[in-house]
């Protein structure tokens, strides 16, 4: 059975936003827009985004780290905002584990919004239905793009490459790999939702210095005689024992 | 289980939708991605980035992404506007007019001031990326008053490296990330290449490269670095001569690259008597006096023990040491004075300065210098350098850096990033696999070619320039001042004041004309800069210069025309503004005249082309600059019988050629008459569809041998030549020791046969062209009470906005609605400002109410924000209350455009006073907490803008769907 | 979460009429045996369709919380999985049953629709009532599943939910129906009265255990686990959106602990002691006019109840929304 995710490298993400709007972009005239925007010219301009990148602080001056860290559905594996939809207008798909909503079917209840822990589902104000990453189902599938193209709008314009598209339940895929090779994580595991999307941690590249090699038989200061060696007449132990 | 959906996701969202797919270059920013944009029955559907272009390869930015909302923005101006008669400047009235009108208003205006005094008009332009036409219709003009944003933008970068290395960061070089083992980033928030530098930053990281980042702020970039190294702003310049006093001291130099390929070895004359004091000593004064460093100064060669030419075979020079001359002149090679001049400069020294510990600056000299010694690159490319010597490899030490503006936007960074182009050069890493690279059409000469004018007379009616408005002087003759020293340009560029100020100083044209000093002028037209706002300092001020009347009631600046797109602060204060179209709806080229897009592997340029129509009556600035070049009958407008040459911009491209049958135009790609020639050719008609069918760019890859090492590539040099791209063809050693500097220091000492400064500016010159990197602080601080005024406060680029013109943008100003003062969480809490309240911050020349925010990630004498997300009130067609004007600030009202008077009363610009760079990050602040009983609002609060003539109205609900209409 | 009022009133509401009908078929349960007098079928049938009168208010309130109230008619498809769903059915059938049992007694048509093996007849009355009476039950377990069954929502993942939706909704309709007897029955005013106000005690224990619970809840999540990261100092500086979004609007209440606090009080006042002092009141000497304040001081007790019943849950995607920058 094939699981699509998204893996995202926490690693390499500086945090851009092009993942966001590009999302916006590709969605507001796709099959679940248009993602509508309330007050776009004015006060607390608020709309319907599907990723929305965020930053965090770790630890204390000078030990600072910044993590920037973007988030949308999981597409869990066992979604606890499906069961709890009145309608059915939640669903996972079978075929490739995408969590979508029928826009067509929903009420606008809300209540799988409260069943989701992560917050990755937004309410349309002005469509009056919930919304949500659709993984680009409109994309991935659409024979009539590029091969290239045939990927989540937001994976294309990461321009830091930090987002990973694939089958997760496939070993060999690249996000399955990425997911051993660097100790990718999932969101919250206390619930048991078994997210798809994955993420991969920080990881630091150190460099270890030995005093050996700050002294060279090779040192260029020698061949302008500044490194000089000690005068023939310095005392030396020699002159003791 | 549900049943089947009745939404189908994947059915098309319009049925039969008319779809097309059309390529061209993004100006959401100046990095110049390729984009796809694809549109949906004649509307735009999505943008993404264009697969198969050099520069982004696909990806695309978060601006980029919204181009959409730029396109059919609100803010949008969509007809030509002159101020209402009888309304007051700044009030924001306006009246319709027809471009012919426009035209005629204009043109009369611009012809009387032609044949009387073309310096009484100034053209100044901000973010663009046509400087050649701009440049080339000043000059044709016949006014010295014309600059881009690089003096207030980056000039110290591009100057401090140039005048080095002959090439610098910003647009025409960089880190090459594919090969480098450790990469340094100092003082860069996004920068010009952006995308690029994102894909390159996570291809480094993900290859093991080790990233280390030196910045008061750690957010961005910085965020992702493997160490990330706090420094105290304005105080890099300690640190790097910190690092390269560690570098010479353990010998982690790389001594055969300064030997063959810097001026590290040749002897100075330290004859204090001598008028040639400080100077290269010379065998023989060149035949031929050209725009290139002639071979024939003085090594002391170890082999002989004798004073030999440099470079002379089997010679090798003493680095160190202190040597007569047969004539008994005193001389030390230039190396001798470097590790004479960083003795000092220990890294226990600069700890104090910097904050950063001892141990810590060591560490970094050593991971800089071993990595560069033991991890050599060696590539097996053949090659041949400029005295003849053939090379089997090109080899390479894999330390890169990369810099900008938080070393450029300091009153010191021109010595700053001088020091760090010496300390890239100690490491031999200029133009080398895994260092720095250079793009066409660096490098250039030191300094390159180019000059204005060195005398008034250069100006006179009727008649073009004599010489380019900016250039690049190497000594003091070439100054453009008048014959008692004072500058000929309303700027003040090129003067004793500023002498290398290559860029020209835009942030002080509005005071230097409201003051009429150096002279009044007449007309003022500004091109895509927000002059009233974000790009000029002492906002609050400069908006009441731009009204000011004379006693006799008249402007002191008599009329402004702007040319904007947007509804932005500065077209409040225009007498007539230019509706410009937005980058979707026109031609554009990113010429090798000016900035083109370069790769380290050859050069490229390329171009935009419409997709959509204009707008409402919205015309490019080409357009409104080829129609008056053609009226006012400028030379390179018309024909010899007077009529116009050009029917439009594409035609222009196309046609124009820096002289007749030159063969060289704005665009290299697919000249000659079929498109066969590159960089050198007869005009191509069919060239605008060569670009259109090749992703709008063209690429010309070098072949491998000229890839690197290109300041002494003798093959790269004469290719160079032969294209016309430089004129000469000898080698560009690297000024390790600036004899160029050292002629300004001379003739401030009274020495040497060239022009002397004006008294009064003769010490100033004095102290700061040093020949050779050394450490101040910044001159604001100097002229700050660091007890009153204890914080260094700056701004940061947020990656999804630019500057100040994506306010407008929907999607966007949701991800930076407002900004926050950022402060170290100790820092504030001293001060008693809580998280998130309101409070005041303070600098000698004016304050700001702002809301904080609490950082761990900032160094503790440091406060921050966004830079430019602060908008007046009604701006941009936001409502009056929207969050950009009233929680959202602008740090520019706390930054002065001119420094403290001195006794004189006469005042400094608030630049590095080599270069005029405008010193942003100088300023000196306090913080307080706000009362309890004051507003909860920014201050300063400015009149409500209202929305003008042929502007939509905003929507208070947005459900953009691309093409849905039939 | 960020307390809707649609929300609060269906079911608060809802919670008075099935009160009210679970009152109404106690009095008449002991009537059939005899231990109260039998009361007049327009007592039951007012009595219903007062109870009616609030459900459909709840639904009318419920309503206002659906972005497509249009399509409500597709929310009873999940039955299987979903309590919202099950809930969606139980309130319309509950009021179907409800409408027929005050109508039965009202037209008095009232045949026996079955004959026990003792020989005593079920009369429509009494099977209707039974019948409400289940229905209620199921509609009281489906609403307080609605909440319950949210595990990470963990002040309302108890039995505890459900437990007070039945006793907090049953005070409210006994006390009610204490008010409609003195109003019309007054004879049966003291049964009521004395009921509610065992429910109102044992709805207070209810609910004073949930609130002791939930003060001793630990977080299962944590900023740490929400983003993967193990350091205990981590701090938002931005969620990616200043203006606000969903996830601000919907899930925070915006009010602080202070006035949280002064909820609480208020709700433990106005829904359990002044009723119960009211009633105390009204049995040692009756009065309409007590029983009438005990009400709604009740009702309005139990809208501050449900409101503080939202704004304690504190969602996980909280975490993520706690700083802008
Ligand atoms: N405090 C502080 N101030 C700074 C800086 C800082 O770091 N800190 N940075 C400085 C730097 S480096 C720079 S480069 C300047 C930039 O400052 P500006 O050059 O003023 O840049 P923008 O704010 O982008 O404004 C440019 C104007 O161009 C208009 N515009 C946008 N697109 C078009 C178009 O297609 N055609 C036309 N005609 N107009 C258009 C916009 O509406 C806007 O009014 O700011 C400087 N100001
Ligand atoms: N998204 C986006 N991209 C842009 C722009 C934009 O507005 N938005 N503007 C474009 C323009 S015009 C320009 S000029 C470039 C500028 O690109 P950058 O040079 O990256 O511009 P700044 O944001 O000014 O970044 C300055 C950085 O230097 C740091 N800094 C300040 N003072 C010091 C110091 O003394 N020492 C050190 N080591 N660091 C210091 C600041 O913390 C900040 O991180 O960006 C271009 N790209
Ligand atoms: S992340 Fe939330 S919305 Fe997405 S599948 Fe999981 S629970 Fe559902
Ligand atoms: S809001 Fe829509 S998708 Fe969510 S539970 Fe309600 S009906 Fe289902
Ligand atoms: S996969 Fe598609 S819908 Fe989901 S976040 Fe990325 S762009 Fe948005
Ligand atoms: S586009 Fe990529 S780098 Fe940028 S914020 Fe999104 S994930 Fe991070
Ligand atoms: S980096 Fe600049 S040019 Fe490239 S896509 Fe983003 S906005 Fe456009
Ligand atoms: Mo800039």
Redesign the interface.
């Known amino acids: 059975m094939t699981q699509l995710a998204l893996v995202i490298d926490l690693n390499v993400c500086v945090g851009c936003h092009a993942c966001v709007t590009s999302c916006k972009e590709w969605n507001t005239s796709g099959s679940a827009g248009p993602l509508c925007d309330e007050n776009p010219y004015g006060a607390n301009p608020t709309g319907t985004f599907f990723n929305r990148v965020q930053t965090f602080e770790i630890g204390q001056y000078p030990n600072t780290g910044t993590v920037h860290f973007p988030k949308s559905c999981l597409h869990c594996e066992d979604p606890p905002c499906v069961p709890v939809c009145p309608t059915g207008a939640s669903y996972k798909r079978k075929q490739d584990g995408i969590v979508l909503v029928d826009y067509d079917k929903c009420i606008g209840c809300k209540y799988c919004s409260w069943a989701c822990p992560y917050g990755a589902r937004e309410f349309d104000e002005k469509q009056k239905v919930m919304k949500k990453c659709t993984l680009c189902v409109d994309r991935i599938y659409d024979n009539s793009l590029a091969e290239i193209d045939r990927k989540p709008s937001c994976v294309k314009a990461c321009p830091a490459s930090a987002r990973l598209f694939g089958d997760i339940h496939d070993p060999e895929s690249a996000v399955s790999q990425a997911i051993r090779e660097n100790a990718g994580y999932v969101l919250m595991p206390e619930w048991g939702t078994n997210p798809a999307n994955h993420y991969l941690p920080r990881r630091k590249t150190n460099m270890k210095i030995h005093e050996d090699e700050l002294e060279r038989s090779d040192n260029p200061l020698k061949v302008d005689g500044l490194l000089p060696k000690p005068g023939k007449n310095e005392p030396t132990l020699d002159d003791f024992s | 289980m549900p049943s089947t959906p009745l939404h189908d996701p994947l059915a098309p969202p319009v049925a039969d939708a008319k779809t097309e797919v059309r390529n061209t270059t993004c100006y959401m920013c100046a990095c110049r991605c390729g984009i796809r944009v694809h549109l949906r029955n004649g509307e735009v559907r999505y943008i993404d980035g264009n697969p198969d272009h050099p520069l982004n390869g696909g990806v695309i930015c978060a601006k980029g992404s919204s181009g959409i909302m730029k396109q059919y923005s609100p803010a949008r101006l969509t007809k030509p506007l002159r101020r209402k008669q009888g309304s007051e400047r700044g009030a924001g009235e306006f009246e319709e007019i027809s471009w012919e009108e426009t035209f005629s208003i204009l043109a009369e205006r611009l012809k009387k001031i032609r044949s009387t005094d073309p310096k009484k008009f100034a053209l100044f332009t901000g973010r663009d990326q046509m400087q050649a036409l701009t440049g080339l219709f000043a000059r044709q003009f016949g006014t010295p008053n014309y600059a881009a944003h690089g003096g207030f933008c980056s000039v110290n970068m591009a100057a401090g490296m140039i005048y080095t290395i002959g090439g610098s960061f910003w647009e025409f070089g960089g880190p090459d990330l594919e090969r480098a083992r450790l990469f340094v980033m100092i003082g860069t928030a996004e920068d010009h290449h952006s995308n690029p530098m994102k894909i390159a930053l996570a291809k480094f990281k993900r290859e093991g490269g080790r990233f280390i980042s030196i910045n008061p702020v750690r957010t961005g970039y910085s965020a992702i670095a493997d160490e990330w190294v706090g420094i105290r702003p304005g105080t890099d310049g300690a640190l790097l001569l910190a690092l390269i006093h560690e570098i010479i001291e353990l010998g982690l130099y790389d001594r055969d690259f300064l030997v063959r390929y810097t001026n590290s070895g040749q002897l100075v004359n330290l004859d204090d008597a001598h008028d040639e004091y400080g100077m290269f000593v010379r065998t023989e004064v060149p035949k031929e006096e050209g725009c290139y460093d002639p071979q024939n100064k003085l090594w002391w060669d170890r082999n002989s023990n004798k004073p030999v030419v440099t470079h002379a075979d089997g010679a090798d020079p003493y680095l160190f040491g202190e040597f007569k001359l047969p004539d008994g002149t005193p001389v030390k090679p230039a190396f001798q004075l470097l590790q004479e001049r960083v003795k000092d400069y220990t890294p226990e020294w600069a700890s104090q300065i910097t904050g950063i510990p001892a141990a810590t600056i060591k560490r970094l000299a050593h991971e800089m210098g071993i990595t560069a010694r033991d991890q050599k690159i060696e590539l097996p490319i053949a090659w041949t350098d400029s005295w003849g010597k053939e090379h089997g490899s090109v080899t390479g030490n894999p330390v890169a850096f990369h810099a900008m503006r938080g070393l450029a936007a300091h009153s010191n960074g021109f010595q700053t990033i001088r020091a760090l182009s010496i300390l890239m050069t100690l490491l031999g890493t200029i133009d080398r696999p895994g260092g720095f690279r250079h793009k066409a059409p660096f490098p250039r000469p030191i300094p390159p070619c180019a000059r204005t004018p060195n005398a008034p007379q250069g100006v006179k009616p009727d008649t073009p320039l004599d010489g380019m408005p900016l250039g690049w002087p190497s000594d003091p003759d070439d100054l453009f001042v008048n014959a008692d020293g004072s500058p000929v340009r309303l700027d003040k560029a090129f003067s004793w004041e500023y002498p290398l100020s290559v860029h020209g100083l835009m942030h002080n044209v509005i005071t230097n004309a409201w003051r009429g000093d150096p002279y009044k002028i007449d007309t003022l037209l500004i091109f895509m800069a927000n002059m009233a706002w974000n790009s000029t300092m002492n906002t609050v001020e400069v908006r009441k210069m731009l009204c000011d009347k004379e006693e006799n009631g008249e402007y002191k600046i008599p009329f402004i025309a702007v040319c904007d797109a947007f509804h932005s602060e500065m077209t409040a204060f225009a007498d007539l503004i230019l509706p410009d179209t937005t980058y979707l709806e026109r031609h554009d080229v990113m010429s090798m005249l000016d900035r083109p897009i370069s790769e380290f592997d050859g050069p490229v340029d390329a171009v935009r082309i419409p997709v959509l129509p204009p707008t409402g009556e919205c015309k490019p600035f080409q357009e409104v600059l080829i129609e008056l070049g053609s009226r006012l009958k400028l030379p390179a407008f018309v024909t010899k019988e007077g009529n116009r040459k050009f029917r439009d911009y594409p035609d222009f491209i196309v046609n124009w050629e820096t002289e007749p049958g030159s063969g060289i135009g704005f665009l290299s790609g697919w000249r000659g008459k079929g498109g066969e020639k590159f960089l050198r050719g007869e005009p191509n008609p069919k060239q605008w569809e060569m670009y259109a069918q090749n992703n709008c760019v063209y690429h010309h890859k070098l072949p491998r041998s000229y890839q690197y090492m290109r300041n002494w590539n003798k093959g790269y040099l004469e290719w160079s030549q032969r294209n016309r791209i430089t004129r000469y063809a000898e080698p560009i050693l690297i000024h390790l020791y600036s004899e160029v500097l050292q002629k300004f220091r001379l003739a401030a000492q009274g020495r040497g046969i060239t022009r002397k400064p004006p008294a009064h500016l003769a010490k100033r010159i004095e102290t700061y062209f040093d020949p050779l990197p050394f450490f101040y602080e910044p001159l604001e601080t100097q002229a700050s009470d660091r007890y009153r005024y204890p914080l260094a406060a700056m701004t940061q680029r947020p990656m999804a906005m630019y500057h100040s013109w994506d306010s407008q943008n929907a999607w966007l100003r949701q991800i930076h609605a407002h900004n926050y003062l950022h402060i170290n969480t100790l820092t504030a809490q001293a001060a008693g400002i809580a998280d998130g309240a309101w409070m005041w911050v303070e600098s000698q020349w004016g304050k700001v109410r702002c809301m904080a925010r609490y950082s761990e990630a900032v160094e503790p004498g440091t406060v921050w924000t966004w830079n430019a997300i602060g908008k007046a009130a009604g701006a941009w067609n936001l409502a009056p209350d929207a969050n950009e004007s009233q929680q959202g600030f602008l740090l520019n009202h706390l930054i002065s455009e001119e420094l403290p008077a001195n006794p004189d009363g006469s005042r400094y610009s608030n630049s590095d006073p080599v270069t005029g760079q405008a010193a942003w990050y100088d300023v000196r602040v306090r913080i307080y907490p706000a009362g309890a009983d004051e507003p909860q609002q920014t201050s300063p609060q400015f009149e409500v803008m209202q929305k003008y003539p042929g502007m939509k109205e905003r929507p208070s609900w947005l459900a953009y769907f691309g093409g849905n209409k039939k | 979460?960020n307390p809707a009022f649609s929300v609060i009133f269906l079911t608060t509401l809802i919670g008075v009429g099935q009160g009210l009908l679970l009152a109404l078929f106690t009095q008449q349960s002991y009537a059939l045996f005899d231990l109260l007098p039998q009361q007049e079928a327009r007592f039951y049938g007012w009595g219903a369709l007062l109870a009616l009168l609030f459900t459909v208010a709840g639904l009318i309130a419920s309503f206002f919380?659906?972005?497509?109230?249009e399509?409500?008619w597709?929310?009873?498809?999940?039955w299987r999985?979903?309590?919202?769903?099950r809930e969606?059915i139980a309130l319309p059938a509950f009021m179907g049953v409800l409408f027929l049992y005050g109508m039965t007694h009202l037209t008095g048509f009232d045949p026996v629709l079955l004959t026990l093996p003792s020989g005593l007849g079920i009369h429509a009355t009494v099977m209707l009532g039974g019948i409400a009476t289940v229905m209620a039950f199921a509609l009281f377990v489906s609403t307080g599943m609605?909440y319950a069954?949210?595990?990470?929502?963990q002040e309302w993942h108890s039995p505890l939910t459900v437990i007070n939706f039945i006793l907090l909704g049953g005070a409210s309709g006994f006390t009610l129906a204490a008010f409609y007897a003195a109003l019309v029955a007054p004879a049966q005013a003291g049964f009521f009265a004395g009921w509610a106000l065992i429910i109102t005690l044992l709805g207070l224990l209810g609910r004073g255990a949930s609130l002791w619970r939930n003060a001793r809840l630990k977080p299962?999540?944590t900023?740490q686990?929400?983003?993967?990261?193990k350091?205990p100092?981590?701090?938002?500086?931005?969620?990616?959106?200043?203006?606000?979004?969903?996830?601000t609007r919907?899930?925070f209440h915006g009010k602080s602990e202070s006035f949280l606090a002064r909820v609480k009080v208020v709700f433990l006042l106005l829904a359990f002691a002044f009723p119960a002092l009211l009633v105390v009141l009204d049995l040692s000497s009756p009065s309409t006019a007590l029983l009438g304040c005990a009400f709604i001081s009740q009702f309005v007790g139990l809208l501050a109840e449900r409101w503080y019943f939202f704004a304690e849950a504190r969602?996980?995607?909280?975490l993520?929304?706690r700083g802008v920058?």
């Open positions: 979460m919380h659906l972005g497509r109230p399509r409500a597709r929310s009873a498809a999940q999985t979903s309590w919202l769903s969606v609605v069954c949210m595990r990470f929502l299962k999540s900023l686990t929400a983003i993967g990261i350091h100092r981590i701090v938002q500086t931005a969620q990616g959106a200043m203006g606000g979004s969903f996830n919907e899930f969602h996980p995607q909280n993520y929304y920058s």
